[in-house]
């Protein structure tokens, strides 16, 4: 790569919006994927209270009565969505898991969606030690 093709990349990456971490933006975008303000339901969010390192964190969602989605939000990574999931009716108990970056310690937010609009939210507090995602 020449400096001045290293030189156009770069400015345009400058160019590029920032992603915004707060608990505003995580609201926002739970809000929008929801329709509305989710209350505490029969949800269950596995995952270490305690994250020794926060680069690929175990995490697990488990709703317990049929839903049509499920979605995991975190409001102090660059991007509060974090995973969005979408289930048929035949679902019994909708579930899924994965891993995640946590850029520190926060609160990390479960949504379910149920097929007649209900929603509801789970929480659960995670401390990092060695934080993921850091932006400088």
Do not use: Y
Not at 44 to 67: K, S, T
Not at 75 to 86: F, I, M, T
């Amino acid at each position: 790569m020449k400096r001045r093709e290293f030189a156009l990349a770069a400015s345009a990456f400058a160019l590029l919006p920032t992603a915004q971490a707060s608990d505003t933006a995580m609201h926002a975008a739970v809000r929008a994927w929801a329709g509305r303000e989710p209350a505490p339901g029969p949800l269950q969010i596995v995952i270490a209270e305690l994250v020794e390192n926060g680069n690929a964190v175990p995490v697990r969602v488990v709703a317990a009565e049929p839903v049509v989605g499920l979605a995991l939000f975190t409001p102090l990574n660059p991007e509060p969505d974090v995973l969005q999931a979408s289930f048929g009716a035949a679902v019994a108990r909708p579930e899924f898991g994965t891993r995640m970056r946590l850029a520190r310690s926060q609160t990390i937010v479960a949504v379910a969606k149920a097929a007649d609009g209900r929603c509801w939210q789970a929480s659960v507090d995670v401390v990092v030690t060695l934080a993921a995602c850091v932006e400088p």
